[in-house]
C-alpha cells in the first residue's frame, strides 16, 4: 500500500466519526487512481466514500476503470482545476507564517520546511452542489 492511502486511512477513521456524529454527512476523495480509491472503498467500514474528484489537469478522459467502479458503488465523479505543479511553493508558505497574523512565525525560519501533502475540504450544499466553503489542511516535515 502506498504511503499516501496509508495516512488517508489514518485520517478516514477520525472522518468517519464527524458523519456519525451528525457533523458531516458525507465523506469523498480527490486525486486516487482506481486501485487507491477500491482500496480505500473496501477497507473503509462503516461509511464509504461517496463521491471522487478527478483533476481536470492531469485527466481529459475519465479512466474506464475508475468509471467503471465508481457507477457500480454509486460513487459520484466530479472533477476539479486545482493546481497540479508546486502548490503552495515553500517559499510562499514561508511568507504566509512571517505575517504579523500567522500562528507559528518560528516556522518561517527553519530551511529545511517541506510540505508532506496537502489535503483540501469542500462543503456543498446538499441537493445543490453549491459550494458553500472550501480550504486546504497540510502537513510539514520540519
Known amino acids: 500500500m502506498d504511503q499516501a492511502l496509508s495516512e488517508l486511512k489514518s485520517f478516514w477513521t477520525i472522518y468517519e466519526t464527524f458523519v ?3 457533523k458531516v454527512r458525507q465523506l469523498g476523495t480527490s486525486d486516487l487512481n482506481f486501485t487507491q480509491l477500491s482500496d480505500l472503498h473496501g ?7 461517496s463521491s ?9 478522459d475519465i ?3 475508475l468509471s467503471a467502479f465508481a457507477k457500480e458503488n454509486s460513487i459520484q465523479l466530479l472533477t476539479h482545476n486545482d493546481p ?6 515553500i517559499e510562499r508558505l514561508q511568507q504566509l507564517f ?5 500562528s507559528c512565525p518560528l516556522l518561517a525560519e527553519i530551511p529545511t520546511l517541506k510540505r508532506k ?3 483540501r475540504y469542500t462543503f456543498v450544499l446538499p441537493g445543490q452542489g453549491v459550494v458553500l466553503t472550501k480550504g486546504y489542511m ?3 516535515l520540519v
Open 20 to 22: 456519525s456524529n451528525e
Open 43 to 49: 477497507w473503509a467500514k462503516r461509511i464509504k466514500p
Open 52 to 60: 471522487t474528484q478527478i483533476n481536470l489537469h492531469t485527466c481529459c
Open 117 to 119: 501533502w496537502i489535503a
Open 84 to 89: 497540479v505543479d508546486n502548490f503552495l511553493p
Open 63 to 65: 479512466p474506464a476503470d
Open 98 to 102: 512571517k505575517t504579523k497574523n500567522a
Open 138 to 140: 497540510l502537513s510539514l
